[in-house]
């Protein structure tokens, strides 16, 4: 079934790359298909880590994208726990970390991301955690288990969406939990400060305790276990292990290592490619968390570090490498569970880009959809434990027609009837 008239390499095998890998074979390319990944597991996805799998209730083989053996049924040869550490594109090669030289035809970079590092005294001491992979998440369960069983206290740098996802885990397991965040609220640079604050008060009445406003300055320790941490406001809080979750930060090296076109930290980094997700080298492709893409609804290049994102952008960029016409134009979408909540988010709405935010249904009991305007258009829109509306949402922002607040407020009148 493969011929060797053409080498296709991913590097990368997470959600992006896995579903490329399958997507090249579902469209019939009959050349070689090589997967790169420098972790030993086949790929697997990420929600689960910081959700259900933390908390016990999935079972390990659950996270896995595919069975082993669809790799062989697909001819997708894997090269596991090997990191690809050098790309020539005038060669058309990739060098693996044994020395292996792979020769390609066409490249697809789905390096994705790794978590930021705190970089203040105390990271390297063994109770001081960040969650990326599946050996984190592993290590984490255990943590958070004798944390619950012996009323231990973990603290949490940033509320973001792993932050907030781990302190629910946390709890439910008994531990004691206390988030630092800069910002006012949870979630502050997506949702903004009115949105964020549900999240504050979800967690309060949950037990966790918030301290915003500051930032860890020490974790301090004794004999390589934590005690504490220090933030810049002068405060100590009591702990016995640490989460870093302060974001993360694209895999870009081999792309810059390569002289590819490569996006300012500043700009929210990423290896920067067309709506196509062709880098500036045309044989070399981007897709999933590492590729900020030109755009072409929302008029800008974006970096999206979601899900939704891996799995839609993976695909595209295979169709784009054989070929074919591609414009990837998602509306960024992601979704998110703690406690009783579920949500959906679709749009793009960071502070400073809307002048309202609207409501349909009960915010008090938490099940509503949030909408994100500007100039009455719709920006964004976040579904609160209310569900299947996540087309209607994303048709009306893609429509980029003008839309009455009041009518988008009012449960009777319905959704899809104000989609023009
Ligand atoms: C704990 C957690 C929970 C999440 N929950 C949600 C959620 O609820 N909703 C949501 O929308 N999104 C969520 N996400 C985000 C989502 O998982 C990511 O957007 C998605 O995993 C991105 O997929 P990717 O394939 O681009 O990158 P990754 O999944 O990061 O995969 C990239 C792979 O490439 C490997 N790699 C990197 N460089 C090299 C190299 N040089 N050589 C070989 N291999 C290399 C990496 O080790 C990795 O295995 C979560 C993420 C995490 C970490």
Redesign the pocket.
Known sequence: MVDAHQTFVI?????????AAETLRAEGFTGRVIL????R?H?????????GY?LGKDERDSVFIHEPAFYAQAHIEL?LG????HLDPAAKTVR??DGTLIAYDKLLL??????RRLHIPGTGLAGVHH???LA??ERLRGVLASLGRDNGHLVIAGAG??GL??AAAARSYGAEVTIVEPQPTPLHGILGPELGALFTDLHSEHGVRFHFGARFTEIVGHDGMVLAVRTDDGEEHPAHDVLAAIG?AP?T??AEQAGLDVVDRADGGGIAVDAALRTSDPYIYA?????AADHPLLDTRLR???????LN??PAAARAMLGQDVSYDRIP?????QYDLGMEYSGYAPPGSYDQVVCRGDVGKREFIAFWLSEGRLLAGMNVNVWDVTDTVQQLIRSGAPLDPEKLQDPSVPLESLVP
Not at 43 to 51: A, D, F, T
Not at 110 to 115: I, Q, S, Y
């Open positions: 590097v990368g095998g997470g959600l992006a790359g896995a579903k790169i990944c420098d972790e597991d790929p697997y996805e990420r929600p689960p880590l910081s959700k933390l090269h090997q990191p690809a550490v693996l970390g789905a390096t994705g991301a790794e978590p969650l990326r992979r984190h998440a969406w792993i996802e781990v993360a895999r090296a081999l897709a999933g968390d590492v590729a999206v570090e979601h899900w939704a994102n891996a952008g993976g979408y992601f979704f998110s569970d």
